[in-house]
């Protein structure tokens, strides 16, 4: 009986602890997204999450991460590795070579895929609105800041 109120003991202080580490979560831009939507705060061709979903699925974190940004032009989702890894095979490629011109959403040949261009650093861009309205929900979550 003792150990078991040991334990209980244990496990109490250790949920209290719990909210002292952090939790972090990671965004991906391509689930529970709104697509092209003119109608969305800025304007979402790149995507802006789902208020609702979002929230909900933000809830057990303590911080989250935004993801993806590219810094290659034209991504392929089917590539696994490089092919200059050694031993790399099946779905190896080339490994791109960032030019430095841009940050990329998606490939550069979608509308308002830049995040942002060496070109038009000053310019807001449909993936920097995307990214700002991720960022500006975690901010504002309902549980307190993320």
Request: hydrophobic share 35%.
């Amino acid at each position: 009986m003792r150990t078991a109120a040991t334990l209980l003991a244990f496990a109490a202080g250790a949920s209290a602890e719990a909210s002292h580490f952090e939790v972090l979560g990671y965004l991906e831009n391509w689930l529970d997204v709104n697509w092209w939507d003119d109608n969305m705060p800025g304007n979402c061709l790149m995507g802006c999450f789902d208020r609702k979903t979002y929230l909900q699925k933000a809830h057990p974190y303590s911080a989250l991460n935004y993801g993806f940004t590219l810094v290659t032009q034209h991504p392929n989702p089917d590539q696994g590795e490089c092919k200059e890894k050694p031993g790399a095979g099946g779905s190896a490629g080339p490994c791109p070579v960032w030019d430095g011109n841009g940050i990329w959403m998606a490939d550069s040949s979608k509308q308002g895929a830049a995040a942002i261009k060496a070109d038009s650093i000053e310019e807001f861009t449909p993936g920097m609105v995307s990214i700002l309205d991720a960022g500006r929900m975690a901010k504002q979550h309902p549980d307190g800041p993320k």
